[in-house]
């Protein structure tokens, strides 16, 4: 596949999706191909290139996860041990979680916490003034009883890093990870950003206009609570090299036994697009009978996404700089390359008609801790609804993403508790409903996070 045929494909869809800027990196056959398109603002425009900056959002939990595993490596972490162990001050509302979530739990997201602490209050912004505070945190399940996509139990597991290391959480990382590897180009501070090439995000308005995203993370300078699970910034030379770290390049600095753990399935992930598994956090996900390991991320107006195939060397990296399209286009590449590299075919399940009683029962409100989900039917068709609790829109000084509108959904073929979305800037992710012993529809999982559910049907 010629660099031409990339270049051609990424322009052509960057233009569809109306991205401002985007950077695309593939590795294949041994060789690198980059491509990209665009310009890093619209306000103060320079042209993206394969040293451009983005921020990676949760791609972030890669490192994380890999520097944790470089000390359990060399004996200083037990996976199977409690986090107490390491982080002795850690609080939960729940004593009984508390004392038993394990190390692997943050890991594979079996922790049994909600998805992140929300705290719009000016404060201390440390990894361990947000730890002090996870009692506010609701638990969602007993600790290894399911998997829920929780973006404070990586936060949690950076401080495991900090205690143990005696090391800040960034200082570590660029220790046990960055500097190893040689990402040279990968960062988590503003001063380090700033002086160097980097893009903006960009939000779409109700106007359809796109607007510049502030803050340039999802939370403001100094907020360094949220850094091991989202905060890392870099370009798509450096993930491709981060690539070939996870494809083998890593030795000498982690055992490939290591690696290959990283790689393996510790807990099924059920109808989601998130994978068919979590590894240690990898999404583990089979594509066309080829297995991938991968992980996104989703910032203020910048969507990251990394794909590897281990067994045929082969990585895809995606990075764009508007939403809500930004994540269909990183998707659109990575099914692009796949397919036009490896001759792999990802395709989107095909829903049933629409079914008035199911759509029935399962419309109501759903949240987590940020977010309300809202299911509604007209009686011709299923939508979803998405967005940040106005409450905390209200409280929060910063800009926010816009909410995701109402979106059409289809049922799956099956027992009818699985869904996938079929329209608007989610489409493609699928999920399913959770019922209690009663066989009463009580959740419904987007994204891997489990959103409870609040009212019936209106």
């Known amino acids: ?53 983005f921020h990676l959002a949760s791609v972030t939990k890669t490192f994380t996860a890999t520097a944790l595993m470089r000390l359990v490596a060399a004996g200083k972490v037990d996976l199977d041990a409690p986090v107490r162990r390491y982080v002795p001050e850690l609080v939960l509302a729940d004593e009984t979680a508390a004392a038993q979530i394990t190390v692997l739990n943050l890991l594979n997201h079996t922790a049994g916490l909600d998805w992140n602490l929300i705290d719009t209050e000016d404060g201390d912004g440390s990894l361990a003034a947000f730890v002090a505070k996870m009692a506010d945190l609701a638990l969602i399940a007993p600790p290894g009883a399911r998997a829920s996509y929780s973006q404070a139990g990586y936060n949690l597991a950076g401080r495991i890093i900090e205690n143990v290391t005696g090391l800040s959480f960034e200082k570590a990382i660029s220790s046990l990870v960055l500097e190893p590897a040689g990402l ?67 030795e000498g600095v982690l055992p490939a036994e290591v690696l290959r753990r990283m790689q393996e399935p510790t807990i099924e992930l059920r109808a989601s697009t998130l994978g068919d598994a979590f590894g240690i956090c990898w999404f583990l996900r089979e594509v066309d009978g080829v297995r991938t390991i ?45 397919e036009h590299y490896l001759g792999v075919v990802e395709r989107d399940p095909e829903p049933i ?106």
């Open 1 to 53: 596949m010629s660099q031409e045929k990339l270049s051609e494909f990424v322009e052509v869809t960057a233009r569809e999706f109306d991205i401002p800027g985007v950077a695309v990196g593939v590795l294949a056959g041994g060789q690198e191909f980059v491509a990209s398109h665009g310009m890093t603002s619209l306000d103060n425009p320079l042209p993206v290139d394969d040293k451009t900056l």
């Open 184 to 250: 040279s180009n990968t960062f988590f501070e503003p001063d380090d950003i700033m002086v160097r090439r980097f893009a903006v995000g960009h939000n779409r308005g109700e106007d359809g206009a796109l607007r510049s995203a502030q803050p340039w993370k999802s939370w403001r300078a100094g907020m360094r609570g949220n850094n091991p699970g989202g905060g890392i910034v870099s370009s798509v030379s450096d993930l491709l090299a981060w690539a070939r770290f996870h494809l083998g390049a890593a």
């Open 294 to 338: 991968g992980h996104g991320g989703s910032g203020n107006g910048q969507f990251a996404e990394l794909l590897i195939v281990p067994e045929r060397d082969f990585a895809v990296v995606s990075l764009a700089n508007a939403g809500p399209d930004g994540y269909p286009f990183n998707q659109a590449v990575v099914r692009w390359a796949l």
């Open 353 to 458: 008609p629409y079914d008035q009683t199911r759509a029935r029962e399962v419309a109501g409100r759903y949240e987590i801790d940020a977010m309300n989900l809202d299911l509604a039917t007209d009686g011709t068709r299923l939508t979803l609804e998405v967005g940040i609790k106005p409450e905390i829109r209200q409280a929060s000084q910063d800009d926010m993403p816009p909410d995701y509108p109402p979106a059409a959904v289809g049922f799956l073929p099956g027992d009818g508790d699985e869904y996938i979305i079929t329209e608007g800037g989610l489409k493609g992710q699928r999920g399913f409903f959770t019922r209690d012993d009663s066989g009463t529809v009580v959740g419904v999982d987007l994204a891997g996070r489990l959103f409870s559910r609040v009212t019936g049907a209106s």
